[in-house]
């Protein structure tokens, strides 16, 4: 499994348990508000082995994108799974990333898709710069400036 699945389970985990529907643009806009504050807490240590595309609406990992693309706008119902098995990130032993989780989820679980879509697109976001530039993928400083920024 790849560790943006087994991290989205672990997002989706807190929003099973919650009855908080999250859809997978909204997914997308999770798992990049938590990689955004996973890199400003660690002074900048890689979370994921993949890297975040610009698109449209904003960040997104392709693996993510395809794995729950049948959902469309619906709520996800079910884990990633591979070979029939769900995996998440160990929290307990990666106190950073439970932080970033904890913090991210707190603060972002009760918006919608299309707000967070909003929020990455603000003028000089690592989006933003991303676009303007043509690039392909976002760039990982300025994507730690955007969690400084979203947590402010």
Do not use: C
């Not at 996800?76 to 989820?105: C, H, M, S």
Request: hydrophobic letters at 40%.
């Amino acid at each position: 499994m790849t560790d943006s699945l087994a991290i989205s389970n672990n997002i989706l985990r807190r929003a099973f348990n919650e009855g908080i529907e999250i859809s997978p643009m909204k997914l997308q806009k999770l798992l990049y508000f938590l990689y955004a504050r996973y890199l400003h807490v660690s002074q900048g240590e890689h979370l994921l082995s993949s890297r975040f595309e610009v698109w449209k609406y904003g960040p997104v990992l392709s693996e993510v994108y395809h794995y729950f693309s049948d959902y469309r706008a619906k709520p996800i119902k079910k884990y990633a799974q591979v070979d029939g098995e769900a995996f998440a990130l160990n929290e307990i032993r990666n106190p950073l990333f439970k932080e970033a989780l904890d913090t991210t989820w707190d603060k972002w679980k009760s918006y919608s898709a299309q707000q967070l879509s909003a929020i990455t697109h603000f003028a000089d976001s690592a989006w933003d710069k991303a676009d303007k530039r043509g690039d392909r993928f976002l760039n990982d400083n300025e994507v730690r400036t955007d969690g400084e920024v979203f947590f402010e």
